[in-house]
């Protein structure tokens, strides 16, 4: 399932992840690590929320 | 070396050397009609340390000020909390001429700074929680992440208990008084929440995630020296207290009513659901948008309970002034709105419609249906009008909501 930032609306997809830092493609929300940040704006993982 | 502007002395080793910008009434789109001061801060400890500077046209009012105090030269540390240009518009400047041993910001400001200036210097990135020695005073970083910028963060001056929030608890307010305790506190208070309601707003959640992290690290604050504005040296709990009811969404029994109109008729119709509302007991501001300008709807919008927006239709879409102020709306995030849309139209009559699809994208739940009038409003348009009014206050409840 894809989330959404809130601060910034950047989407995380998990079949692209997050390569440049370090998430694999293929890698759920919730496996991605607790200290990763938004790649866009910076903020933490809980500030993103299930995308539709 | 001949005196010009002077430094602000605030504490034993912290002054004031920024500067006041009497004539800016625009700041990115945002009306100021106050005016408004880039703040910097000079600390001199055993590495005298400079925090922030200015929009780069007053860069040589904030050398002047440092000037009065200590040779800029000998400044040895310079922090930069926030890379939006009217803070760190003066960083080259500034670097050339005090030859700072060391320059920090946070991470994602290391970066952006790259993507702003060639500095020349490397910038040092600092973490959330990070302790700088100044020798004989101690400096912490509070990162805020997105309040309102991905590099923005804070600086604590732990001995004299000074936090330099950067653009958080400031204002758009020019002045020779350059604490908060004394200046007019109508002012104070009105640009506060303007500033809030049109920066902050649609960080609320952060905003709400920060204040609890602050007081989680119990840090004692003595005075809160923000980059716009007053410095709050009594009661930095004030501000606090009014950046949390904001940021919780707490709302008065309120609404707003914004539109534009061609021939007057769009506009009667807004003055009758005006006094619709206010027969139910609500306070209204009707905001004709050739009247008001975006940033003064949205202040408003800051304790609304009710969004009310009348269009007339012009070449089958909404009138380009509403567009606007709901672009720049929908972008603040408002929560917890009831609404509804309004307008008179001549034949094929778009904009209402349009409007009640803009405020579905908002979340702006509907109270009542869309009200279409041809051409001129008569009595029973008047009527239904002054009916929608009613309607939505009476959907506002008789509490205050939150």
């Known amino acids: ?52 | 070396m001949s005196e010009s502007y002077r430094a602000v002395k605030m504490t034993d080793h912290v002054y004031w050397v920024g500067a006041v910008d009497w004539a800016i009434r625009d700041f990115h789109g945002h009306a100021t009609q106050r005016g408004t001061t880039y703040n910097a801060y000079l600390v001199l400890a055993d590495k005298v340390t400079l925090v922030d500077t200015v929009k780069a046209p007053f860069t040589d009012e904030l050398l002047a000020r440092v000037a009065s105090v200590i040779d800029p030269a000998k400044i040895d540390y310079v922090i930069s909390n926030h890379t939006e240009m009217d803070h760190s518009g003066g960083l080259p400047q500034v670097l050339a001429a005090a030859k700072p041993e060391k320059v920090f910001a946070s991470t994602m400001g290391v970066k952006a700074l790259a993507e702003h200036f060639r500095l020349g210097q490397d910038v040092q990135a600092v973490k959330d929680g990070e302790s700088l020695s100044l020798g004989n005073l101690d400096l912490a970083f509070v990162e805020a992440r997105m309040l309102h910028w991905p590099d923005s963060m804070m600086t604590y001056l732990a001995q004299e208990q000074v936090l330099f929030s950067s653009d958080a608890f400031g204002m758009h307010l020019a002045g020779s008084e350059r604490f908060a305790d004394e200046v007019d506190d109508c002012a104070l208070v009105e640009e506060a929440a303007k500033y809030y309601a049109n920066i902050l707003l649609p960080l609320s959640p952060l905003v709400a995630k920060l204040l609890e992290k602050v007081a989680r690290l119990n840090l004692p604050i003595s005075m809160i020296a923000p980059s716009h504005g007053p410095i709050w040296r009594r009661e930095p709990t004030r501000i606090v207290g009014l950046y949390a009811d904001w940021a919780a969404g707490k709302k008065a029994r309120k609404a707003v009513v914004t539109y534009d109109t061609m021939w007057e008729s769009t506009g009667k119709m807004a003055r009758t659901i005006g006094d619709g509302l206010a027969s139910g007991g609500v306070t209204v501001r009707v905001m004709p948008l050739r009247a008001a300008h975006r940033s003064d709807v949205a202040t408003e919008m800051l304790d609304a309970g009710a969004l009310l927006v009348g269009s007339p239709t012009l070449n089958n879409g909404l009138f380009p002034t509403v567009a606007d102020v709901l672009t720049y709306l929908k972008g603040l995030k408002p929560r917890n709105l009831v609404g509804a849309a309004f307008g008179s139209y001549g034949w094929s009559g778009e904009a209402t419609g349009q409007l009640e699809e803009m405020l579905g994208e908002m979340k702006v739940e509907l109270a009542a249906g869309a009200l279409k009038v041809k051409y001129v409003p008569d009595d029973e348009a008047l009527a239904a009008s002054f009916a929608l009014g009613s309607a939505v206050a009476e959907r506002l409840g008789t509490e205050t909501q939150s």
């Open chain 1, 1 to 52: 399932m894809k989330y959404q930032c809130t601060a910034c609306s950047y989407v995380y997809d998990p079949a692209v992840g997050d390569p440049e830092n370090g998430v694999a493609p293929g890698t759920p929300f919730e496996q991605v690590p607790d200290d990763w940040v938004c790649p866009v704006c910076g903020v933490g993982k809980d500030m993103f929320e299930p995308a539709e």
